[in-house]
């Protein structure tokens, strides 16, 4: 296991920022502490040849605009709030509204466009990067001082390790999640229409034109939610107006890691299966991308990529019967996501 550490540039006001690469020998990935933000994850496929399989840019300035969040860390609140309002404890709190009227990933200011404190780490099994970033009381209108921690690892196994902990002084939501998008053909492959997905999830959380959940749970049979046996992402895409951007309830047995979605590209021979503490998935399937440049040039166009983001249901604030994501003083925030790879070999 091989760790890497580079300048990978400067920010506007004077402070470095670095890039690290993680490697096992055959596969590898890189993060920087700016946003902590996984910027590549480079595998082989069937022929052996590696692929860079991540959205991104090729430069820290992409990053520091990085509109659609490829990469990065998202919170306080991953995903959207209604109203960009909720109440906690008898006192009404208001955030940005930065998709539509609602607030979306927090809002402003972005924890993707934050510099956090960086470390690297291995041990027998795994090698990888601790980062760690203080969000203040009242950042983004959020109550509480917020201590975080988020780590990525490599294991020899081909399993990439998410894990998020943090604790509060004052009651506050929290919902934290990854928003790396993946073509398992290679980033500037196009459309990942054929990638062939398996959720395991029972039920979803149907939303409204806003994408605001309606606060039902609904049965995934017989709707074009349905992946509880795999199929191409495109398969139902014309049956869900805009496309998939929902979250899926999923099946779990206990706090532990449970088995979230597997995906298969057939072209490649590459495929990822996810494992999460978390109660709930956001499968994305890159409905708002529009040309965006990316690495080496690539153009980003509409579903060039899809995003597993596991996480607490949207609007949960408002939502008293969603699962609870509010933590009080005392209580720590502790959730994990793996991410495996696999490649067939000819």
């Not at 203040?136 to 998020?164: A, C, H, K, W």
């Not at 993946?182 to 997905?197: K, M, P, R, T």
């Not at 959940?213 to 107006?241: H, M, N, Q, W, Y």
Request: proline share 7%.
């Amino acid at each position: 296991m091989k760790i890497k550490k580079k300048t990978f540039g400067v920010l506007s006001n004077g402070h470095k920022v670095s890039l690290f690469t993680v490697s096992n020998g055959e596969m590898s990935f890189s993060a920087t502490n700016y946003g902590c933000t996984i910027t590549s994850i480079n595998l082989p496929g069937a022929d052996g040849l590696p692929d860079d399989i991540a959205l991104g840019y090729s430069t820290l300035e992409g990053y520091t605009r990085n509109p659609v969040f490829f990469g990065c860390v998202v919170g306080r609140f991953a995903n959207r709030i209604k109203g960009a309002r909720f109440s906690l404890a008898g006192k009404d709190y208001t955030l940005t509204s930065n998709d539509k009227a609602n607030c979306l990933h927090g809002g402003n200011p972005g924890y993707h466009k934050a510099l956090w404190k960086a470390e690297p780490f291995s041990n027998t099994r795994e090698a990888g990067i601790v980062f760690r970033r203080t969000s203040p009381s009242g950042e983004q209108g959020f109550p509480g001082n917020l201590e975080m921690r988020v780590s990525y690892s490599l294991t020899r196994e081909n399993d990439l390790i998410i894990r998020y902990h943090a604790k509060a002084d004052e009651p506050t939501p929290v919902n934290l999640t990854n928003h790396t998008y993946f073509n398992l053909a290679g980033h500037a492959s196009g459309s990942v229409d054929e990638h062939q997905i398996q959720l395991f999830a029972d039920r979803y959380v149907p939303v409204d034109a806003e994408a605001i959940p309606t606060g039902e749970l609904l049965e995934v049979a017989g709707t074009p939610f349905d992946f509880r046996s795999p199929k191409p992402i495109a398969r139902d895409l014309e049956r869900v107006p805009g496309g998939f951007d929902h979250c899926w309830e999923i099946n779990r047995v206990g706090d532990a890691l449970n088995p979230v979605a597997g995906v298969y590209e057939p072209k490649t021979g590459r495929a990822m299966t996810v494992y999460s503490t978390q109660p709930g998935v956001q499968f994305y399937s890159g409905n708002f991308l529009a040309g965006e440049i990316g690495k080496d040039g690539a153009s980003y166009g509409k579903r060039a990529g899809f995003c597993l983001e596991t996480q607490h249901f949207p609007d949960s604030p408002n939502r008293p019967d969603f699962p609870g994501s509010v933590i009080l003083p005392g209580d720590t925030y502790r959730h994990e996501t793996v991410w495996h790879f696999d490649f067939d070999e000819r």
